[in-house]
């Protein structure tokens, strides 16, 4: 297989992709060979790796600390491109910030469901209360009715968020599109959610490859089980430069 690098940019989710899901938002971890296989890979890749995640850029560059990969935090609301850093600011949302404040009273007598307030946007988890699913939803669509539509919900695994309507995976793959050292290249999106269907959509529309790690319906064109088998293919490709996946591996 030839080791064309140069011609592809890859995007990453973290969550279910580079690491597993956890019962706890906080309890994540990162392999410890991880950050070493994507830096490798980047410079293989000319820089052209970056990680697209609903998380917060500052929750994870904790974890690949030191080193600072490209990177879209909150579905795309914040972004580091060649160091170039773009924020959200949560003040500018002051509807969303009252709407944290009274989701946590609705939920506080619910155990098992969990808050994860992201500043930007929030996350309603109720992995650790499946049975509590229904009002979970119920609770994140009323929030979305009295937000209006400057905002929307962004559903995942037992997980339901609330976030500014212009946020996206896809969105923020086509921005990185036309920045370098991405432009020009064949995408590749490697994700495992609901959130990542957008980015699929994105990179299948640029002619790219589109990979979802583990089951469910899906517009991917490649699927792979786990994410220790991903960190498997990237540690490959990082060490001897061929891509480790096509569409014939469906």
């Not at 995942?156 to 086509?174: C, D, M, R, T």
């Amino acid at each position: 297989m030839a080791k064309t690098n140069e011609n592809y940019a890859l995007f990453l989710d973290f969550d279910g992709t580079l690491v597993d899901i956890v019962e706890r938002p906080d309890a994540v971890t990162v392999d410890p060979a991880l950050p070493k296989v994507l830096t490798d890979l980047e410079d293989r890749l000319g820089g052209a790796l970056a990680i697209i995640s609903g998380r917060p850029i500052a929750f994870l560059d904790g974890h690949f600390a030191p080193h600072e990969f490209d990177i879209a935090g909150l579905h795309g609301l914040e972004q580091r491109i060649a160091g170039r850093l773009s924020m959200c600011d949560p003040d500018e949302h002051p509807a969303l910030r009252d709407m944290v404040a009274r989701l946590k009273q609705i939920v506080a007598d619910k155990e098992g469901i969990l808050i994860e307030d992201k500043g930007c946007s929030v996350a309603i988890h109720w992995r650790l209360a499946p049975h509590e699913k229904d009002f979970a939803l119920a609770t994140a669509h009323a929030a979305i009715e009295a937000l209006g539509n400057d905002y929307r919900v962004q559903h995942g695994k037992a997980v339901a968020e609330i976030l500014p309507s212009a946020a996206g995976k896809g969105k923020v793959i086509e921005r990185f599109l036309h920045e370098s050292p991405y432009r020009e290249r064949r995408p590749i999106f490697i994700g495992d959610d609901l959130t990542d269907e957008n980015g699929f959509k994105t990179v299948n529309a640029h002619g790219g490859l589109s990979i979802r790690i583990g089951a469910g319906e899906t517009i991917a064109k490649v699927r792979l089980g786990t994410p220790a088998e991903l960190r498997h293919c990237l540690a490959a490709w990082a060490t001897d430069g061929s891509l480790p996946f096509n569409e014939d591996d469906c």
